[in-house]
C-alpha cells in the first residue's frame, strides 16, 4: 500500500512494482499526449517550483512514517523532466530523512533523458536516484509517430545506453496491440520492439527490464474516438499473443540481465524471467496460449 502526504491530485499513477513506494509529489499531469493514453486528460501540466515545500512533504513523510519508507516515486506522469540539479537535491534530501531507503524513481520521457548530460545523469545516478520507468510502446518508428510518442528508435536506444552508462536502472514498457488488427503493422511492431529491446542491451553486466502491457482502449482517449469512426480496430487476444511470440522470438539468445514481465494485469498470459535465459519457456509457453484460450487470462480479470 503506498504511503503519501495527501497532497497528491487524483487519479494517482505508479508502476505496479512501485505499490508499496512513498509518492512524492514533483510535477502534476503528464507534458505529453499520447493516443492510447487517458491517464492525465483531466490535468494541466505544471512542476512544483518551491524546491522547499517539496521537502517539507520529505520530511513531513518521515514524522508520518518513521523508518518504514524504503522507496521513493517522485510524481507524476514524467517527473524526469525537472531539471537535473533539482532532482539531484531532492534524491540528496530523501536519503538524508529516510534511513532505510534504498531506491528512488520516476516515470521519464525519452526526451526527458536526452536532454540531460552524460554528467548530469551520473551526478544524479551517484546521488541516489536508481531508476527511470519509460513508456517505450514500440520500435516500429511509423508506430510512434502515430501515437503521438514523440520519439524514435533511435532516441529509445540512445537514452537506454545513456542510463546503462550513468548507472540509472533502465525499465522500459511496450504496448501490444498499438499497431491494430493489420496483420503486416502487427508483425513490424513486434519485429522493430524486438530489434529495440536488442539494441537496448547494456555494454557491461546489469539487470535492466523490459515489461510488455496489452492496449486497452479507455474512455477519452484518442485511439478510442479512432476505433468509433473504424479508423482502428483493435486486435484479438489470439493476435496479441502472437505479437508477443513474435517479440520474443526476435530478441537475440544472448541476452543478459534483462528481467522481462508480462505480469501486468492487462496481458493475457503472466510470464516473470529473464531474456534470453528463459526465452524458450517463454515461446512455449505463448505458444501453448495461442493454441488454448483457456490457458489465458478471462476478460473480466484483465485491466489497467
Known amino acids: ?127 541516489g536516484f536508481t531508476m527511470v520507468y519509460v513508456g517505450i510502446e514500440s520500435g516500429d518508428n511509423q508506430v510512434l509517430k502515430d501515437c503521438n510518442k514523440g520519439a524514435t528508435q533511435d532516441d529509445y536506444a540512445l537514452a537506454a545506453q545513456k542510463c546503462h552508462q550513468a548507472g540509472i536502472d533502465w525499465s522500459g514498457i511496450f504496448l501490444l496491440g498499438l499497431a491494430g488488427n493489420d496483420p503486416e503493422k502487427s508483425q513490424r511492431h513486434a519485429v522493430e520492439s524486438a530489434k529495440l529491446i536488442n539494441r537496448m542491451a547494456p555494454p557491461m553486466p546489469r539487470k535492466w527490464y523490459i515489461s510488455p502491457l496489452t492496449l486497452e482502449m479507455t474512455p477519452g482517449s484518442e485511439i478510442l474516438a479512432q476505433n468509433l469512426k473504424n479508423k482502428f480496430q483493435p486486435c484479438t487476444s489470439t493476435q496479441i499473443l502472437e505479437e508477443l511470440y513474435t517479440l520474443i522470438k526476435n530478441t537475440d539468445d544472448d541476452l543478459t540481465g534483462c528481467i522481462f514481465n508480462t505480469n501486468h494485469a492487462s496481458n493475457y498470459l503472466s510470464l516473470k524471467g529473464e531474456l534470453g535465459k528463459d526465452k524458450r519457456d517463454f515461446l512455449h509457453r505463448v505458444e501453448a496460449g495461442i493454441k488454448d484460450p483457456s490457458v489465458r487470462r478471462p476478460e473480466y480479470m484483465r485491466g489497467l
Not at 532532482?87 to 531506491?103: A, G
Open 1 to 127: 500500500m503506498n504511503m503519501d502526504v495527501g497532497n497528491l491530485e487524483a487519479p494517482v499513477f505508479r508502476p505496479p512494482s512501485e505499490w508499496d513506494s512513498l509518492l512524492i509529489k514533483v510535477t502534476n499531469g503528464c507534458t505529453h499526449r499520447c493516443t492510447f493514453c487517458s491517464m492525465y486528460l483531466t490535468k494541466k501540466f505544471s512542476m512544483r517550483k518551491d524546491i522547499e515545500d517539496i521537502k517539507n512533504d520529505i520530511r513531513k513523510a518521515r514524522e508520518m512514517f518513521g523508518s518504514r519508507v524504503e522507496k521513493i516515486f517522485f510524481e507524476d506522469g514524467n517527473a524526469f523532466v525537472v531539471k537535473s540539479h533539482v532532482l539531484i537535491e531532492l534524491t540528496r534530501y530523501c536519503y538524508q530523512q529516510h534511513p532505510n531507503l534504498r531506491k528512488v524513481s520516476s516515470y521519464a520521457h525519452v526526451q526527458d533523458i536526452l536532454k540531460k548530460s552524460d554528467d548530469d545523469l551520473k551526478r544524479l545516478a551517484d546521488a
